[in-house]
């Protein structure tokens, strides 16, 4: 099976600060990966689809890059509802895997 | 709007039973796949299982093939997730959630999760 490593497993951050989060693939996945946030005692929300595609309603301070085995998250201005944690996943074949998470907290 | 609705969650002894369902509304059921994912006790999501729109073709994580059973009832609007067996390492909260695409071959992110239904497996 795929795995996918998140890194840094924890970010401190400031409110309005430039986030990045970072997701390896042990192989290519071509554009199969899809970012979301989960905050405590809720169910994940899709951020981004096919590494790069906005959900519907989501901020456009969220982005996603990558392709292969290497995708990066961007928030560019880190707002106070962002202190989440994010997970990547990827969907390349039937057996979904997720990254352990990265936890964004205030700095 | 879409809701999911995660139901038949509770305490079990090891060996036990439990059969969970996900009702669903806001979207033509019938046209997608779906899927459950859990998250243990402060720890990460894990895939357990997911089927296509019709039920025709379903998947398993290696943790509960043979042990867990994925199927869905579109004249009702319900997935159902068949877990016998359970072991204390299947506690969790049990999310079930949506494919993001409409009848599109291959496996897909999951655009919606119900608000999960928590599963103990304890003596």
């Known amino acids: 099976d795929i795995q996918m490593t998140q890194s840094p497993s924890t970010l401190s951050a400031s409110v309005g600060d430039r986030v990045t989060i970072t997701c390896r693939a042990s192989?290519?996945?071509?554009?199969?990966l899809a970012w979301y946030q989960q905050k405590p005692g809720k169910a994940p929300k899709l951020l981004i689809y096919?590494?790069?595609n906005l959900q519907s309603g989501v901020p456009s301070r969220f982005s996603g890059s990558g392709s292969g085995t290497e995708f990066t998250l961007t928030i560019s201005s880190l707002q106070p509802d962002d202190f989440a944690t994010y997970y990547c996943?990827?969907?390349?074949?039937?057996?979904?895997?997720f990254g352990q998470g990265t936890k964004v907290d205030i700095k | 709007e879409v809701q999911l609705v995660e139901s038949g969650g509770g305490l079990v002894q090891p060996g036990g039973s439990l059969r969970l369902s996900c009702a669903a509304s806001?979207?033509?059921?019938?046209?997608?796949?779906m899927g459950w994912v859990r998250q243990a006790p402060g720890k990460g999501l894990e895939w357990v299982s997911a089927?296509?729109?019709?039920?025709?073709?379903?998947y398993y994580a290696d943790s509960v093939r043979g042990r867990f059973t994925i199927s869905r009832d579109n004249s009702k609007n319900t997935l159902y997730l068949q877990m016998n067996s359970l072991r204390a390492e299947d506690t969790a909260i049990y999310y079930c959630?949506?494919?993001?695409?409409?009848?599109?071959?291959?496996?897909?992110?999951?655009?919606?999760w119900g608000q999960g239904t928590l599963v103990t497996v304890s003596s």
């Open positions: 959630a949506k494919y993001g695409q409409i009848l599109v071959a291959g496996p897909q992110y999951f655009d919606y």
């Open positions: 806001g979207f033509t059921f019938s046209s997608y796949g």
């Open positions: 089927l296509s729109a019709s039920g025709g073709s379903t």
């Open positions: 192989q290519s996945i071509s554009s199969w």
């Open positions: 096919k590494a790069s």
């Open positions: 996943q990827q969907y390349n074949n039937y057996w979904w895997t």
